[in-house]
């Protein structure tokens, strides 16, 4: 039985597919679908933390203030990742369990609602990049934009989304809370969202701040902490692609951290989708990580054998 300590990170749209109402009866579905791949982790006796987005579900909750700002006060961005970071964690968390019960599996769950310290005067707060909700036509988003004061950009072609800021996270809050429990065989979901941004003001208080951390770097920020040799970012296509959707698109299987590196530099990825996790796979790659996989649920079970996804490691 394997000790290896792994960092998964499950992408928000695998909980709340595009094209999907997202009810809440969809999305637990999802998520126990998502908890077979994570069932091969289990077997082979991983110690396991979890994150997650939650772009999805955090642009949802923010439709809805907008749509009843009149009737009942709207909550700020940050107190929306929060209620997601349960919510979700909740999900993730009953599910989990119902399918440890299943493999007659004696090991606890639990979720840990995170703080992430960022830099209150990051470029991002002016400059909104990260998207949440619903994909929409260009009219409706202009539409909304012009109703409710939203800044949009377009994601794919033809379908837009609301974007808000995302500054980088410097600090994981409660890593050695997280440690622990995790190194005791405890599986931990947190930083959900990619954590609830927060900062140290002038007293040396924390306040919370109107923003997103993107998961993935949250993600490789606390497999840092907790010594992981393994960080895995689950999203929605097998591996990663070089000319992704182009004619010449071409599958990378195995990268070295350097190779990487340079492809990152020469803007190969896709700012708004592969390139944040390819960074993410860098920073981790830096410190105590072995390799990083990037892939699909359905690709897990023959990722963790070495026949799917794409690996990164750092040279031997």
């Known amino acids: 039985m394997s000790k290896r ?13 595009k094209g999907e109402a997202g009810t809440i009866s969809q999305q637990f579905a999802h998520t126990r679908e998502t908890l077979e791949g994570i069932g ?6 991983y110690n396991l933390c979890i994150n997650h987005g939650n772009g999805p579900q955090v642009g949802n909750e923010l439709l809805r203030m907008d749509l009843t700002h009149d009737k009942v006060p709207p909550l700020p961005l940050g107190i929306c990742v929060a209620g997601t970071q349960g919510s979700i964690g909740y999900m993730i968390q009953q599910s989990l369990q119902n399918k440890l019960r299943d493999m007659d599996t004696d090991r606890e769950v639990v979720t840990i609602v995170t703080q992430v310290i960022v830099d209150k005067n990051d470029p991002s707060i002016k400059d909104p990049s990260k998207y949440v909700g619903t ?3 260009e009219e409706d988003a202009k539409s909304f934009a012009e109703k409710f004061g939203w800044n949009i950009k377009e994601q794919e072609s ?3 989304r609301r974007v808000v800021p995302s500054p980088m996270p410097e600090y994981i809050m409660h890593g050695n809370s997280i440690k622990t429990l995790v190194d005791r065989g405890t599986i931990v979901i947190a930083s959900g969202g990619g954590g609830i941004p927060v900062y140290n003001n002038e007293d040396g208080h924390l306040e919370g701040l109107d923003a997103v951390i993107d998961k993935d770097y949250a993600a490789a920020k606390l497999g840092r902490i907790l010594h992981a040799e ?18 010449n698109q071409e599958s990378l299987l195995i990268l070295s951290a350097s190779d990487a590196e340079k492809l ?6 896709q700012q708004g989708s592969i390139g944040p996790k390819i960074k993410a796979a860098m920073h981790f790659l830096k410190y105590h990580g072995k390799k990083v996989i990037i892939t699909s649920i359905p690709c897990i079970q023959a990722a963790l054998d070495g026949k799917a996804g794409t690996e990164i490691r750092n040279e031997k």
Request: glycine share 12%; no cysteine; proline share 2%.
């Open 230 to 247: 393994e960080l895995w970012i689950i999203t929605d296509v097998d591996n990663v692609y070089l000319n992704y959707g182009k004619e």
């Open 264 to 269: 990152y530099e020469k803007g190969e990825f």
């Open 5 to 17: 300590t792994a960092m998964i990170a499950m992408g928000g749209n695998s909980l709340s597919p």
């Open 40 to 45: 091969y982790f289990i077997e082979r006796g």
């Open 158 to 160: 033809g379908q837009w």
């Open 135 to 137: 994909r929409y036509s």
